[in-house]
């Protein structure tokens, strides 16, 4: 998922991963190591991901 590779390419941290998809520390940095991806979390978070996503890297 595109997604994924923006989000958790490196640019945030986990804490702000955290505070803006509204999961906890532990869930971000799975998905920051790769031990989680983002079409595994509930449908809202994915939802709060793709508004994230845009909202960072669409110009």
Do not use: H, W
């Not at 979390?41 to 110009?59: C, G, H, M, N, T």
Request: hydrophobic letters at 35%.
């Amino acid at each position: 998922m595109e997604t994924e590779s923006r989000i958790t390419g490196g640019r945030l941290t986990a804490y702000q991963i955290s505070e803006a998809l509204g999961i906890c520390i532990d869930t971000a940095n799975d998905l920051l190591e790769d031990k989680l991806k983002i079409d595994e979390l509930e449908p809202e978070v994915r939802e709060r991901a793709e508004i994230l996503e845009r909202a960072l890297f669409d110009q």
